[in-house]
Structures are given as structure tokens and as C-alpha cells.
């Protein structure tokens, strides 16, 4: 008898820089969302699309809940908390990601973030996955032990579940267990779709993660980043791509031009080159640095309509 397809939503949640975009892209096995060192770095639900013959898995990345709800403020704030939240009511699975070498470090942040993972999931009917992230910083995995315990013992209806999404140690098993956790359904995207996010925002989101490598403290928070122009010119295989990058003071504009316009350059160039992988072909791509004070509080990046 032919196996039944199956098809569902997985929701990625956990606190910054625990490395949810790292481990989506892991997934899908192609990059759908971007990935800096720097903690809130996505800022939107970010949808990838996982296919095959008998199966699809629809992730939601979504943007990491900071423990301290003051850093979560205005409307920024208030639309990663939104994206968050509302991408779990979309999910039947439900995967918590935290990096374990944060844990083994500074043992106290457990204590903190997972009142507030026992406080949102300890009466969860749908299936629970903590992966323990980042298991490849530290060789003694013993180090491990009392984390796993104090999980085990708090969330005991989890799956625990430690892995390296860097190293893609443990993915396969990983996704095995969450297939096993998905609906018996029709695929909902083709097969072929990676993710429904439109390819003018992954351009803008491409640029954003190199603004977050190029730009200290702050700056990169205060960015925003908007492809005003896309222009496809079949006949020379090539996109002409426009695109603003918007600042919150004239200080930053200095700052992301650089001596000389070396950091725009900089940041250009590498974007280019990301760009050219999403869409093929050559890529000219000219970037602007735009003054707007209350870009925070005119929010209008991409809504998805899908779900
Ligand atoms: N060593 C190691 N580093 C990792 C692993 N997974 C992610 N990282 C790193 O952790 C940092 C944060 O990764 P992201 O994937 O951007 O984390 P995130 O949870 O999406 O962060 P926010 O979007 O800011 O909430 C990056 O520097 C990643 O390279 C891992 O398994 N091992
Ligand atoms: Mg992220």
C-alpha cells in the first residue's frame, strides 16, 4: 500500500541568537533566512518549504523572543512578538530552540528562559521538540548533563532533542521525529517552492544581514532596508535592483557609507554576490543610504497573506 502523505507547519521559537535561521536553512538545505552573530536579526515570520515525494514541512522561523519584554518595545517590537506569536497558533509541531553552550556558560539564563518555556507550553497538546543547539562548541559532552536533566525534569512531556545546526549533526534524525509529528494531508505548496517569502524582500533581508556584519552596536538595529526598483532584463541575463537603506540619524548614514564609501561598497559587494545565487544571472545593484527619524514607527515591511 502507497504511504500516506503527510504535510504540516513547524514553528521555530526561542530566544535570540539561539540559532533558529541557522537550523531553518539547515532544513530546507538551501538559506530562506538570514543568519548574523548579532541577536534579533530576523524580524519577520519567515516561511521554508520542505519537500519531498511522500511529504512536505512548511517551518516558520520566527523572531527570537527577548527574556526582557522592555527590549520588545514599539512597533518594531511589537510586530516580532506578533509574528511569533501568531506562527505558533499555525503550528503543529512546535520546536523550542536554545543554545546549550549559552546554558553550560552562564547556567542562571536557564533558570530564566525556561520559566517562561514551562509557562507557554506546560499544558501544550501538540507535540513539543527542545533542540538543544550548538552541541559543537564543547568537546566534553558531559558538560551537557545537568542541562538535559533540568529540561527533562521542567518540560517533561519534550523532546529533547541536542544537536549542532551548524555542523548539521543530528538534522536527518531530527527530521524524521517532526515528519512523524505532521497530519496525514495534501501538500500545500508545490514542490518545487522554497519558501513564499516574495524575492524583493529575501534581497532586502540579504542586504540587512550584511548591514548587521558590517555595522557595530546599535547602527544595525536602526536600519531598515526597502528594494524600491527591480528591474529584469532577459535579453542581457541581468536584475537591475535599487534599493534603499534606511537610518534613524544622519551620525548612521556616515557610518554605513564608511571612509571613502568603503563600507557601502563592502556591503554591496557581498550582497551582490548572495543575490546573484536567489536569482541568477548578473546583478546590478545600487544601494542608497536614506535619513527617515520614524522609519520605526512606520513599519510597513512584508505581510504574509498565505496563513
Ligand atoms: N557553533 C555553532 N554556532 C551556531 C549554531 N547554530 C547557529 N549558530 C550561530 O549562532 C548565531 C546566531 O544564529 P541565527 O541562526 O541567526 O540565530 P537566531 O536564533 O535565528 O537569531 P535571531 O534571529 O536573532 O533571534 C550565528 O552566528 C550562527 O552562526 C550551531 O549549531 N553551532
Ligand atoms: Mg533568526
Not at 553550560?104 to 517562561?116: C, S, V
Not at 522554497?194 to 557595530?216: G, M, N, Q, V, W
Request: charged share 25%.
Amino acid at each position: 500500500m502507497a504511504k500516506a502523505h503527510r504535510c504540516g507547519w513547524v514553528v521555530l521559537m526561542g530566544p535570540p541568537n539561539a540559532g533558529k535561521s541557522t537550523l531553518t536553512n539547515a532544513l530546507i538545505g538551501q538559506k530562506v533566512s538570514i543568519v548574523t552573530s548579532k541577536p534579533q536579526t530576523t524580524r519577520d515570520r519567515i516561511v521554508g518549504i520542505c519537500s519531498n515525494e511522500n511529504s512536505q514541512i512548511i517551518f516558520m522561523d520566527t523572531p527570537g523572543l527577548h527574556h526582557d519584554r522592555n527590549q520588545m518595545r514599539g512597533p518594531l517590537g511589537k510586530q516580532m512578538l506578533q509574528a511569533a506569536w501568531q506562527s505558533l497558533s499555525h503550528a503543529h509541531a512546535i520546536m523550542m530552540v536554545l543554545d546549550a553552550d549559552l546554558y553550560i556558560r552562564r547556567p542562571e539564563f536557564l533558570d530564566r528562559d525556561i520559566m517562561a518555556l514551562r509557562s507557554a507550553f506546560h499544558e501544550e497538546e501538540r507535540p513539543v521538540f527542545v533542540v538543544v543547539n550548538k552541541v559543537d562548541l564543547f568537546s566534553d559532552k558531559s558538560k551537557m548533563l545537568p542541562l538535559l536533566e533540568k529540561l527533562s525534569t521542567e518540560l517533561p512531556k519534550a523532546n529533547i532533542f541536542p544537536m549542532s545546526a551548524v555542523k548539521k549533526d543530528g538534522l536527518i534524525e531530527l527530521k524524521k521525529l517532526l515528519l512523524d509529528a505532521m497530519p496525514e494531508a495534501e501538500a500545500q505548496f508545490p514542490k518545487d517552492q522554497l519558501s513564499t517569502a516574495p524575492t524583493r524582500f529575501l534581497c532586502a533581508e540579504i542586504i540587512r544581514e550584511k548591514l548587521f556584519e558590517h555595522l557595530r552596536q546599535e547602527v544595525p538595529y536602526t536600519t531598515a532596508v526597502d528594494v524600491e526598483a527591480w528591474e529584469e532584463i532577459p535579453e542581457k541575463n541581468q536584475t537591475i535592483i535599487n534599493a534603499v537603506i534606511y537610518v534613524a540619524r544622519a551620525q548612521h548614514k556616515a557610518m554605513v557609507i564608511g571612509r571613502a564609501g568603503a563600507t557601502i561598497k563592502e556591503i554591496g559587494t557581498q550582497a551582490r554576490v548572495d543575490i546573484r545565487k536567489l536569482v541568477g544571472g548578473k546583478v546590478h545593484l545600487e544601494l542608497w543610504v536614506k535619513i527617515k527619524e520614524n522609519w520605526l514607527e512606520e513599519i510597513n515591511t512584508y505581510r504574509e497573506s498565505d496563513i
